[in-house]
């Protein structure tokens, strides 16, 4: 069986993309540790790398790397409510950090693949999620390795980056994916309890609604 | 002062783009633990940053991550011969792991610019330092960060890439680069010293005396 790296969050994008992988791939998760503010969801994933992967790696980000972001600067609020543009929940090159990361590792292991559970239509409008990013990525971490000198090319599989919450959640289910064992909240507490009112819960609770399946989210507080 | 982010490793190719960006920018420079083989070479960059910089990161890559190599496993010997094809020394992904963190930074501290030693020329041969694929490095995180889509674009300046070793020293001198102060061997000892032997090293005492200046490495064994 062909190895894979599988970004894992411990989020419902990511907990599908897992379960989609480990289909066809010997799956090697790894989730960051980069000072963020919720680190529940790396219980989250955890638990769910417990299920699917061959192993499973938390890789640490230095502190003040990818700073001055809602998620990893305490002092900066989470927001409540939609704005214009790219919202202040974004992290400094997250993906490109991520993606970096996994490269490494997935020359390290000799895998040609790497999934990522992007999304550019229920998201919160980060560029790093975008198509265009992950094909540019692509190009360059095919210049930049021996593996892709030697023709070994590597393949960035993102198979939720067209698909709506809705239909996401539709095809975990199918797949056994435990909705409940994930954390997407922004600001989750330490028992991996959600807010309810950010824009990655608003997302969420939505694509629960559209599937018509009853939300297994833990809420620590009234939703809005 | 427009601000920079300089990647200094500690050798002769950073140290002169660190007194070449030095002229034009406020440099902040970041070097990287990398469970190398060669940790003087980090105590080289900062030796070199209290020169030129306004601030300098020791950025920790987690151990495994970029394994498999003779530069990063003790149990790979670092060769003192030209093989053919890329070489044992390469380390996975490094260049594209250290411009993401450089290019988070760049983002953080609001830069456009980041500067990298990489040469290819008198090179090891390896992916990561040729122009194809700075150049998708470059298109990639322009369109990654926030900062792309705003229309601040990065630049990832080369200034060394077309050089040889004898031209980039002749630079350096005029700058007042002193290169007793870097270290260039993928094997130096705790106190800086060369092993005299490496390709690194070899490449570098040629450029002394491809350029007629008098070597001031200092070597713990005798050169073959």
């Keep these: 069986m062909l190895k894979a790296i599988v970004l894992l969050s411990g989020g419902l994008?990511?907990?599908?993309?897992?379960?989609?992988?480990?289909?066809?791939f010997e799956c090697h998760a790894i989730s960051f540790n980069y000072a963020q503010r919720s680190l529940s969801e790396i219980n989250a994933a955890s638990r769910?790398?417990?299920?699917?992967?061959?192993?499973?790696?938390?890789?640490?980000?230095?502190?003040?790397?990818?700073s001055g972001s809602a998620?990893?600067?305490?002092?900066?609020?989470?927001?409540?409510?939609s704005t214009a543009g790219i919202p202040v929940t974004y992290v400094p090159a997250r993906n490109t950090l991520f993606l970096s990361h996994a490269l490494a590792v997935a020359?390290?292991?000799?895998?040609?693949?790497?999934?990522?559970?992007?999304?550019?239509v229920d998201y919160s409008g980060y560029p790093d999620c975008r198509p265009e990013f992950i094909?540019?990525?692509?190009?360059?971490?095919?210049?930049?390795?021996?593996?892709g000198v030697e023709g070994k090319?590597?393949?960035?599989?993102?198979?939720?980056?067209?698909k709506s919450k809705a239909e996401i959640i539709s095809?975990?289910?199918?797949?056994?994916?435990?909705?409940?064992?994930?954390?997407?909240?922004y600001q989750a507490n330490?028992?991996?309890?959600?807010?309810?009112?950010?824009?990655?819960?608003?997302?969420?609770?939505?694509?629960?609604?559209?599937?018509?399946?009853?939300?297994?989210?833990?809420?620590?507080?009234?939703?809005?």
């Excluded at 094909?135 to 593996?147: C, D, F, G, H």
Aim: net charge negative; with cysteine; glycine share 6%.
């Design 13 to 24: 994008d990511s907990a599908t993309v897992l379960a989609i992988a480990s289909r066809k």
């Design 48 to 66: 769910l790398a417990q299920l699917n992967t061959a192993s499973h790696q938390v890789i640490h980000i230095d502190d003040g790397v990818m």
């Design 71 to 81: 998620l990893t600067d305490d002092t900066i609020p989470v927001p409540v409510e």
């Design 107 to 120: 020359e390290v292991l000799s895998s040609q693949d790497i999934f990522i559970g992007v999304n550019a």
């Design 135 to 147: 094909r540019a990525y692509e190009s360059m971490a095919n210049l930049a390795t021996k593996a």
């Design 153 to 162: 090319l590597l393949t960035i599989h993102t198979p939720l980056i067209d």
């Design 171 to 185: 095809i975990g289910l199918k797949l056994g994916v435990d909705y409940s064992q994930t954390v997407s909240c």
């Design 190 to 224: 330490a028992e991996g309890e959600a807010c309810g009112n950010c824009d990655s819960c608003q997302l969420r609770r939505k694509g629960f609604n559209e599937a018509g399946v009853s939300d297994p989210t833990r809420y620590f507080s009234s939703i809005n």
